[in-house]
């Protein structure tokens, strides 16, 4: 994809921010932003930002209009995980205080899956901090998964770790629609905050779940010390993934973990950074993750003219914005909550 030759992708001095539109056209005629193109948009100045989130809305609204995707997110296992993940407050190397508990029972993940549905929730998320589930864990979820689906109507993802192609299709037979699985990072980066498993390890994962015929949810985490170019592999790896919902967190930087004091994240930037996903992953659900309030402040709304979905409620071990302020902010900037679909197609190509 090749700017005009007068835009200020390819001259920063320009007064004439017109590449982000042209990017944006080329976008919606088919072609796909290269990785030279989707740099270029984490580099772009701070006075073409508007320009650039317009650019990303024109797509956004193409394949969206002005719905938004709620998400909640219930941490169903807090703490104990074996692996060294720095960035994690729940890995074995943190000294974060946070809570530790094993599976919650049954009637506590019925009464998330109520908040979800309270919340106006598409998708009750349930995470379990783990290398990959234990059976004993495995059959809680295939109990729980199909009494959540009949009374609430709820799509039901799962975040329970690394899985076997075995551990997969039985996800997919008790009714879990979607997986996550975050690649978290590019993979040149990612020996560099893991060392317990292998950057190919998730790859397998989400293999496993796409071979067994669910959704793909994955993305990654910006603000952990890697490159613009490394976001940009993690957001080219994810659209050759076909992920279906790809979640950006920004570093909540938590004491007790090594990366407590790595801080370097503008609002600015992270508006570039959703504004590059939606270019490069046009059609797929962007989502802004854990960090938002941190990291966007009161540029929060903006985020939406490029994203199409928000968790509503906290996050795994940090605290998010009130409900209350999420639809307020939903509400003000012309958008309006999506009423949950049970239409669905998946690409068990993942081509």
Same mark, same amino acid.
């Given at each position: 994809?090749? &700017?005009?030759?007068?835009?200020?992708?390819?001259?920063?001095?320009?007064?004439?921010?017109?590449?982000?539109?042209?990017?944006?056209?080329?976008?919606?005629?088919?072609?796909? #932003?290269?990785?030279?193109?989707?740099?270029?948009?984490?580099?772009? &100045?701070?006075?073409?930002?508007?320009?650039? *989130?317009?650019?990303?809305?024109?797509?956004?609204?193409?394949?969206?209009?002005?719905?938004?995707?709620?998400?909640?997110?219930?941490?169903?296992?807090?703490?104990?995980? =074996?692996?060294?993940?720095?960035?994690?407050?729940?890995?074995?190397?943190?000294?974060?205080?946070?809570?530790?508990?094993?599976?919650?029972?049954?009637?506590? *993940?019925?009464?998330?899956?109520?908040?979800?549905?309270?919340?106006?929730?598409?998708?009750?998320?349930?995470?379990?901090?783990?290398?990959?589930?234990?059976?004993?864990?495995?059959?809680?979820?295939?109990?729980?998964?199909?009494?959540?689906?009949?009374?609430?109507?709820?799509?039901?993802?799962?975040?329970?770790?690394?899985?076997?192609?075995?551990?997969?299709?039985?996800?997919?037979?008790?009714?879990?629609?979607?997986?996550?699985?975050? *690649?978290?990072?590019?993979?040149?980066?990612?020996?560099?905050?893991?060392?317990?498993?292998?950057?190919?390890?998730?790859?397998?994962?989400?293999?496993?779940?796409?071979?067994?015929?669910?959704?793909?949810?994955?993305?990654?985490?910006?603000?952990?010390?890697?490159?613009?170019?490394?976001?940009?592999?993690?957001?080219?790896?994810?659209?050759?993934?076909?992920?279906?919902?790809? &979640?950006?967190?920004?570093?909540? =930087?938590?004491?007790?973990?090594?990366?407590?004091?790595?801080?370097?994240?503008?609002?600015?930037?992270?508006?570039?950074? #959703?504004?590059?996903?939606?270019?490069?992953? &046009?059609?797929?659900?962007?989502?802004?993750?854990?960090?938002?309030?941190?990291?966007?402040?009161? #540029?929060?709304?903006?985020?939406?003219?490029?994203?199409?979905?928000?968790?509503?409620?906290?996050?795994?071990?940090?605290?998010?914005?009130?409900?209350?302020?999420?639809?307020?902010?939903?509400?003000?900037?012309?958008?309006?909550?999506?009423?949950?679909?049970?239409?669905?197609?998946?690409?068990?190509?993942?081509?």
């Amino acid at each position: 994809m090749t &700017p005009p030759a007068n835009s200020s992708c390819s001259n920063f001095e320009s007064s004439v921010p017109s590449c982000w539109q042209a990017f944006a056209t080329s976008v919606l005629e088919g072609q796909q #932003l290269n990785d030279e193109d989707a740099l270029k948009v984490l580099e772009a &100045p701070d006075n073409e930002l508007l320009d650039l *989130l317009h650019a990303a809305f024109r797509i956004r609204h193409n394949y969206f209009g002005r719905k938004v995707q709620l998400y909640y997110l219930m941490n169903a296992k807090s703490g104990l995980c =074996p692996e060294d993940c720095t960035y994690c407050s729940q890995s074995k190397i943190s000294t974060a205080e946070i809570p530790r508990y094993n599976l919650l029972k049954r009637d506590e *993940l019925l009464a998330g899956a109520q908040a979800a549905a309270d919340r106006q929730a598409k998708t009750y998320c349930i995470v379990i901090s783990a290398r990959g589930p234990s059976e004993r864990e495995m059959a809680a979820v295939e109990q729980i998964v199909p009494e959540i689906k009949e009374r609430y109507q709820l799509d039901v993802c799962a975040c329970l770790g690394l899985l076997t192609p075995d551990q997969a299709v039985r996800l997919k037979i008790c009714g879990v629609d979607r997986v996550n699985h975050n *690649l978290n990072s590019g993979e040149e980066f990612y020996s560099q905050i893991c060392s317990t498993h292998t950057y190919q390890d998730r790859i397998d994962t989400l293999r496993a779940v796409r071979n067994a015929g669910m959704e793909l949810c994955s993305g990654g985490i910006v603000g952990m010390g890697e490159s613009s170019q490394d976001i940009v592999d993690m957001a080219i790896q994810l659209r050759d993934l076909r992920v279906e919902s790809i &979640p950006v967190n920004f570093l909540n =930087p938590i004491e007790g973990t090594p990366l407590a004091e790595r801080n370097e994240l503008t609002p600015n930037y992270c508006l570039k950074v #959703l504004a590059m996903f939606r270019l490069v992953n &046009p059609d797929r659900e962007i989502r802004i993750a854990g960090g938002r309030e941190l990291h966007l402040g009161s #540029l929060q709304a903006l985020g939406l003219y490029a994203a199409n979905s928000i968790f509503v409620g906290d996050y795994l071990t940090t605290e998010g914005q009130i409900p209350e302020a999420d639809y307020a902010m939903i509400r003000n900037m012309g958008f309006e909550v999506a009423e949950p679909s049970r239409e669905k197609t998946v690409d068990a190509s993942g081509s």
